[in-house]
């Protein structure tokens, strides 16, 4: 009997222990990628008492979870609790971060053992024998892949007349706490000008702050360069904004972190009271409107444009003396001209929502594409010449429409010339696209939408003035003359598309798309003879095969993923993100230039003003590294650098001097721009 009485004892004591120590922690919970526990700090609480929980993770090698800002993609671990009446618990108390470069995103989260800490009230009046908590944690754990999970932990403290610490969560509490940022009582300001987010904060700690977290979302480009300098006693911040950037808030924490590692958290306030971008304004949006109708103006002048309008300019004067169908024929045109820039539009917001890094001219990015551009302008020439009238066949699925008269010739030409114009980016367009894409979709549709109504306006012009319209000359034998001339236009666009297509592919695709050419051209000369003898069906069926041959030989091309393109010439630098980092550190001068071989703007600037003898003898006196950045073909790294400097499309040119703001030079180029700014630099 005694005997039972021991081991009866002894069994019951064995489970106060067990539970004693079990009571601290809920034990681990298995997800995939990563294992989580819920820790208390006490093993038995009493009222009055504060105390910390811990959402213990430890994912595995190389995983990590999510910042309260996960930055440009990821989700934030988030906890709901289930406490009895008047047990509170505080917000998560984030450890400082660390950032995960995925180029061209940047996010911010925890790799390693990660603790989240809550800090639980109990009031003093509670009643209970026993604390209940339960909890609800959801997390998001990634590598090159994202898997989202949750768990359910249900924690049960005994409650005393004193707290009793857990000496096993003990270690758990303190690697929370030291990972922690040290909060300041500081505060410092900040503004949203210029596009940029800026703060200057005093007071802080004489420690060598290296980077800065900003815990507000959608409020910085997080993939953009941090600037951090500290002058006259004041930390200067600044950054990008956010491509998404709508308003922030008036204040939210900032954590600061020094060369060694260890974060400082302070709150920083919106200098001026609003918390809306300075840009929306209305004074500010008209005067960006204006640029972007001024830069659809000025397209129509670009050689890549002009042969595609030449087709109606003819058409307008055909009806030089019907008022009505002038008219028509401009609304039309506008319209496909301004439905085509909103399209463009629309898809780029598309996929950047999607996660794409594009930016304008993203068009011609594409081999097939510049091809099948190539095939067009090539038909059209010759149908210009007279080789073959396109009416209702196979052809007239591209040219035809472009040719045709009335609303449907008048719409599709405006098609066609945005398509072979938007990646030609003139004076003023490349500021109204870069302020549009740091706008609400909304807004940045607006500013395509003047962009199109600009390119239209010189049409919408001549329909409605008459006097204008009076100029213009009188239909006769002329105009057919002026229509074999124009196709010459034509013919070299066309040669400028394959020569950018050589510069994408390669010399063996050159050879195969010229190719497919000879196919169209055989095609044209087949379909032509055609129509006038309109004798049997073998000679347009041979055509159709024809025109299907042209196509089916683009498939022969190698699919390279780069620009074929090398460093021939001794005075510039193929760009990369660390050639540039490493000349800066080093505080060498960088002229740094963002070019395609489909921007004609861009290829102008460097015959006239960059691959001078003036401007290499100016780049080797003051010893400035040239390096060169080509966009021919998507490149995720160049479309992240154009970002930071709010541009959505080549050319970009900005200037690094040494201990100086970084200088962005205008999209035009004179011959002695880059000699002249590089003498002012240097005298500063």
Not at 102 to 127: C, K
Not at 145 to 160: H, K, M, Q, R, S
Request: proline share 6%; hydrophobic share 50%.
């Amino acid at each position: 009997m005694l005997g039972k009485f021991f081991s009866a004892l002894l069994v019951s004591c064995c489970l106060l222990l067990s539970g004693g120590v079990a009571a601290y922690s809920t034990g681990w919970q298995q997800a995939k990628h990563l294992k989580a526990e819920l820790v208390s700090e006490y093993q038995q609480v009493m009222p009055g008492q504060q105390l910390w929980l811990a959402l213990h993770f430890i994912p595995d090698e190389h995983w990590h979870t999510y910042w309260q800002n996960p930055g440009d993609s990821g989700l934030a671990t988030s906890i709901s609790w289930q406490l009895p009446d008047g047990v509170t618990v505080g917000d998560i108390q984030w450890p400082t971060p660390q950032a995960f470069s995925i180029p061209p995103l940047m996010n911010y989260g925890f790799e390693g053992p990660t603790v989240l800490l809550s800090q639980l009230t109990v009031p003093a009046d509670f009643r209970g024998d026993q604390l209940s908590i339960r909890a609800r944690a959801d997390w998001l754990v990634c590598e090159e892949i994202c898997i989202p999970a949750d768990a359910e932990f249900a924690l049960t403290l005994p409650v005393g007349q004193a707290a009793v610490l857990s000496d096993s969560a003990t270690a758990v509490i303190a690697s929370g706490n030291s990972k922690l940022p040290i909060p300041l009582t500081v505060s410092g300001s900040f503004d949203l000008a210029g596009g940029s987010f800026s703060a200057a904060i005093r007071g802080l700690p004489d420690v060598d702050f290296q980077q800065f977290f900003v815990a507000a979302t959608e409020l910085v480009d997080h993939a953009a360069a941090q600037q951090l300098l500290f002058s006259e006693g004041e930390w200067l911040l600044r950054q990008n904004l956010n491509t998404y950037f709508t308003s922030a808030p008036e204040h939210f924490e900032l954590v600061m972190v020094s060369s060694n590692g260890q974060g400082y958290s302070l709150s920083l306030t919106l200098a001026d009271g609003t918390a809306e971008m300075p840009a929306t304004t209305s004074q500010g949006l008209w005067f960006v409107l204006l640029m972007a109708a001024a830069g659809g103006l000025i397209l129509n002048l670009m050689p890549c444009v002009f042969p595609v309008l030449s087709l109606k300019a003819l058409s307008i004067a055909a009806n030089s003396g019907q008022r009505a169908e002038q008219r028509r024929d401009a609304l039309w045109y506008t319209l496909g001209v301004v439905l085509s820039f909103v399209s463009l539009a629309l898809l780029l917001l598309a996929l950047r929502a999607a996660g794409s890094a594009v930016g304008w001219g993203f068009q011609l990015q594409s081999p097939w594409l510049v091809a099948l551009l190539a095939y067009l302008l090539f038909a059209l020439g010759l149908s210009l010449s007279g080789v073959v009238q396109f009416g209702l066949g196979l052809m007239s699925a591209g040219s035809g429409l472009t040719q045709s008269k009335g609303a449907k010739g008048s719409f599709f030409t405006g098609v066609l010339a945005v398509v072979v114009a938007s990646p030609c980016t003139a004076p003023f367009m490349g500021g109204a696209l870069g302020y549009a894409v740091t706008q609400p979709p909304l807004l940045a549709l607006l500013v395509f939408v003047a962009l199109g109504l600009g390119m239209a306006l010189p049409f919408l012009l001549l329909a409605y003035l008459p006097a204008l319209a009076q100029a213009l000359p009188k239909p006769g034998a002329w105009m057919d003359t002026l229509k074999q001339l124009l196709a010459f236009p034509l013919y070299l666009s066309a040669v400028w598309l394959v020569w950018v297509f050589g510069r994408q592919a390669g010399i063996d695709a050159v050879a195969v798309l010229l190719c497919g050419m000879v196919a169209i051209a055989a095609a044209c000369w087949l379909y032509g003879s055609w129509q006038f003898s309109r004798a049997g069906w073998s000679r347009p069926l041979l055509a159709a095969l024809l025109l299907l041959l042209s196509v089916a030989v683009l498939r022969l091309v190698p699919d390279s993923t780069a620009p074929v393109t090398t460093a021939t010439d001794a005075h510039w630098q193929a760009w990369r993100p660390d050639k540039l980092a490493q000349l800066r550190q080093s505080g060498k001068p960088v002229l740094v230039n963002m070019t395609a071989d489909w921007c004609i703007t861009c290829l102008v600037n460097e015959r006239v003003a960059l691959n001078t003898d003036s401007s290499k003898a100016a780049l080797a006196l003051y010893d400035v590294t040239y390096l060169k950045g080509d966009w021919t073909r998507r490149d995720a790294e160049i479309t992240a650098y154009l970002h930071q400097y709010q541009r959505d499309g080549v050319p970009l040119y900005v200037l690094y001097w040494p201990g100086q703001t970084p200088e962005v030079l205008p999209q035009i180029l004179t011959p002695d721009t880059l000699r002249q700014t590089l003498e002012r630099l240097s005298s500063q």
